[in-house]
C-alpha cells in the first residue's frame, strides 16, 4: 500500500511520500512514488504516485517520454497548471484503460491514483488529486492539503495543524507526524519517507530529504510527538468521580457500598 500527502501554504509547497511497495506478506520492497520533472527553467512538477505498481511506472515513464519530442502535448508545453493536471489525467487514463485491457478478466486492480504539485511562471503553485477514475480536484483553504494511498490514519494531525499561514517547516514536520501515524497503524506503509519543500517563485527542489528508519532526525520526531500524546493524554480533565477521594472509582459507576444488600428489602431468601 501508500501513503502520500501534500500540503499547500502561502509559502509554496510540501510532499511527503512513503517508498513501501506491497505485493504480498513476503515481498516488501521500496520504490520511490515522488517523482520531480524540470522541463524548463520555469516549470517545476512534482508528481506522487499510489495503486497499481506498474501503472505507475507506465503512467511515469510515458509523461518522460512526451518531454523528448519536443513536438507532442507534454508537461513542458503546460502555460498552467490546471493544464497540466488536465494533460496528466488524459494520460493516467490512458495507461490505466491499456492496463485493464491486458489484464482482462483476471481480477488484478490495475488503478493509479496520483498527486501532481508546481508552478509556472506567472502562476501560483497549485495541487491537484488525480483520481482513479481521472478526474482531478485542487486543494482548498478550509482543507489545504491532499492525500492518496493510505489516508486515514495520518489524517487528524494535518485537520488539527495546518492552514494556508503555516510555515513550510511545520507543514513538514505536520507531514511527517501524518506519515508516522500512517505507518504505526499499518504495517503495508513504510520507510524510507521522501520529504520534498517547495518555496513559492524559485523553480526549484533544493529541500528534498529521504528519511530511512534509522535517520537520527525522524527517530527524534517520533520520540518527541510521542512524549507530547503521553504528556498531554496525562493532562486531561478528570472526571467528577476521581476528585472524590473517599470513594473509589466502582463505587462511583455503581458498585454498591459493602453491607447494602441489609439495607434493601428485596434481598433476602423468597422461601
Known amino acids: 500500500m501508500t501513503y502520500c500527502v501534500a500540503i499547500s501554504t502561502r509559502e509554496g509547497l510540501v510532499f511527503c511520500s512513503d517508498s513501501r511497495t506491497n505485493a504480498g506478506p513476503d515481498m516488501l520492497s521500496s520504490y520511490s512514488k515522488m517523482h520531480i520533472f524540470h522541463p524548463s527553467p520555469d516549470q517545476v512538477f512534482i508528481l506522487m504516485t499510489a495503486g497499481n505498481l506498474a501503472t505507475t511506472q507506465a503512467i511515469v515513464s510515458r509523461l518522460e517520454q512526451d518531454l523528448e519530442a519536443p513536438d507532442s502535448v507534454n508537461l513542458g508545453s503546460c502555460g498552467k497548471m490546471h493544464e497540466a493536471a488536465r494533460y496528466v489525467s ?49 486543494d482548498s483553504d478550509e482543507t489545504p492539503f491532499l492525500q492518496i494511498g493510505e489516508s486515514k490514519y495520518g489524517r487528524p494531525i494535518l485537520d488539527r495543524i495546518l492552514t494556508r499561514t503555516t510555515s513550510l517547516e511545520d507543514a513538514a514536520r505536520c507531514a511527517i507526524v501524518s506519515m508516522d501515524s500512517t505507518i504505526k497503524s499499518n504495517a503495508t506503509v513504510g520507510p524510507p519517507i521522501e520529504v520534498l519543500i517547495y518555496e513559492k517563485n524559485t523553480f526549484e527542489s533544493n529541500h528534498h530529504i529521504k528519511l530511512d528508519e534509522e535517520d537520527q532526525y525522524l527517530r527524534d520526531i517520533k520520540k518527541s510527538w510521542n512524549d507530547a500524546l503521553k504528556t498531554s493524554f496525562s493532562a486531561l480533565p478528570r472526571f467528577d468521580w476521581e476528585h472524590r477521594s473517599s470513594i473509589t472509582p466502582l463505587q462511583a459507576v455503581g458498585t454498591p457500598f459493602p453491607n447494602s444488600q441489609n439495607d434493601n428489602p428485596g434481598s433476602g431468601d423468597a422461601g
Open 90 to 138: 488524459n494520460i493516467s487514463r490512458e495507461v490505466q484503460t491499456d492496463a485493464q485491457n491486458s489484464v482482462n478478466t483476471s481480477g488484478i486492480d490495475t488503478s493509479a491514483s496520483l498527486i501532481l504539485g508546481g508552478q509556472i511562471k506567472g502562476g501560483e503553485p497549485a495541487l491537484y488529486l488525480v483520481y482513479a477514475a481521472s478526474n482531478f480536484i485542487t
